[in-house]
């Protein structure tokens, strides 16, 4: 008989791998929500200082707008990754243990069908508002396109890390 340490790991040096690339691309997206969020609250400052001179400041909002919008996508996954994101307090396979790999794979597929759903729906909006040359009413003329790209990156980043995390649970040793 073989010792559990001893087998090969499951899918050999591939799981390893993508896993390792997975840990990279969430201290990617880390550090582009973080300089979102910096962008974002310059942003609201100077949109602060802006006012109280006097100045038209409209397209400040936008920027935080936008900054905002990446924040929140690009972030859920990041969070998501670090296992932190904000989940329903239904936790059966803790009540249920011998049911916990079939709610451990019920729970990825909701998700990952949820993620996938969401994917397209933000690249539909990201292409219709490309099409249409959509863009802001201030003076700056953002393009559109900017925050609802936000959308597909973010879903599609956080359905690559549902996908590690979901690797990861089941590849761990039961306890």
């Keep these: 008989m073989v010792e559990p340490s001893a087998q090969p790991p499951v899918g050999g040096g591939c799981v390893p791998a993508a896993q390792r690339a997975a840990a990279r691309l969430g201290v990617a997206v880390g550090g582009l929500s973080s300089v979102f969020m910096v962008v974002m609250a310059a942003s609201i400052i100077l949109g602060i200082v802006m006012r109280t001179a006097h100045i038209d400041n409209s397209w400040t909002y936008d920027v935080d707008l ?28 803790n009540m249920y243990p011998r049911s916990a790999r079939f709610m451990l794979i019920l729970r990825f597929i909701i998700i990952a ?20 040359s959509e863009t802001t009413l201030d003076v700056m003329s953002w393009p559109v396109w900017i925050p609802h790209l936000a959308l597909p990156v973010g879903t599609l980043l956080w359905l690559v890390f549902e996908v590690h995390l979901f690797v990861r649970r089941l590849t761990a040793p039961r306890s």
């Design 66 to 93: 936008f900054a905002l919008i990446w924040v929140a996508f690009v972030g859920a996954s990041f969070t998501a990754l670090r296992e932190e994101h904000v989940t329903s307090g239904i936790a059966l396979e």
């Design 113 to 132: 069908a949820f993620l996938v759903v969401f994917t397209i729906s933000g690249y539909s909006q990201f292409s219709n508002s490309v099409q249409t």
